[in-house]
């Protein structure tokens, strides 16, 4: 808990540092394009065509909501776009930056979530097209879209426990992110981004191990916000596994990295 203690300190501390980077990255990475910052929300706008026209029109995509498929696929994708990025992002972020780690004194710990930072400019954006999409199809607010608070910070919380661990863990593995590269791919089509296992033919037991994935946690928990009448503390169960995952991937994470941090520079 003392690791814990210790690696909030220094994000907290490092906001500041955390803000310039995430601004300074988000025009370097598209300064030689002609659009610019405008392919953050080109491409996951054009993924987001692609597969409403593959599992939306051509597979018929059963929702399990009254809601058209096209704004119930859209609700969930928005999080897990910014999820898949910052948890990929994240996972070499220090690795990256090995001069900055070995020529200044820096709080290494702040780099994964430099990447949080610089992505979130495109999930709200993701949101509000998400919300004006849903006013298109009748979409409406309800006192439940207030709970997306909680779920907002669910998913904060997440990504930097789940950074923290993947960023130190590429370090002394490097063949980790490639492996987690293939893991995000699966986990896509498992936490019910594009279809409603839930409503599926799949087995009783399998949809119950499914549901215990984080990310479905997030994307369901987005979707609930905005299509459902279920508040978040109706499935305690999921909640309470959910943030033992944070919990855990935290404490290792930290410990990891505190561990090995005086060691990463040998370690590039």
Known sequence: MKEIGAFFKEQFSSIGIIYRVSRYEDK????????????????????IGIYWLVFGVGLKGN????????????????P??????????????????????????FPVSALPSIKLVSNLSSFWTMLIFSIALGFLYGIRPTMFWIQGIYYFIAMIAWLLAF???????????????????????????????????????????????????????????????????????????????????????????????FKFRSHFVDLI
């Open 28 to 47: 370097a990475s598209y300064q030689s394009h002609y659009l610019g910052l405008m392919w953050e929300y080109l491409y996951p706008l054009i993924q």
């Open 63 to 78: 929702t399990g909501h009254s809601a058209n498929y096209l704004p119930w696929m859209v609700i969930g994708i928005t």
């Open 80 to 105: 897990w776009f910014f999820m898949n990025r910052v948890v990929l992002d994240a996972s070499k972020s220090i690795y990256q930056r090995a001069g900055l780690v070995s020529k200044m004194k």
């Open 163 to 257: 950074g923290i661990f993947n960023s130190t863990v590429s370090i002394l593995i490097r063949d980790y992110h490639v492996l987690l590269q293939s893991a995000m791919r699966m986990l896509f089509y498992v936490s019910g981004v594009l279809f409603n296992f839930q409503t599926s033919s799949f087995p009783p037991y399998l949809v119950r191990v499914l549901e215990l994935n984080p990310f479905f946690y997030i994307v369901q928990g987005f979707r609930d916000s905005m299509l459902s009448t279920t508040w978040f503390w109706q499935n305690p169960g999921l909640m309470l596994v959910f943030w033992l995952m944070v919990l855990f991937f935290l404490l290792v994470g930290t410990h990891l990295h």
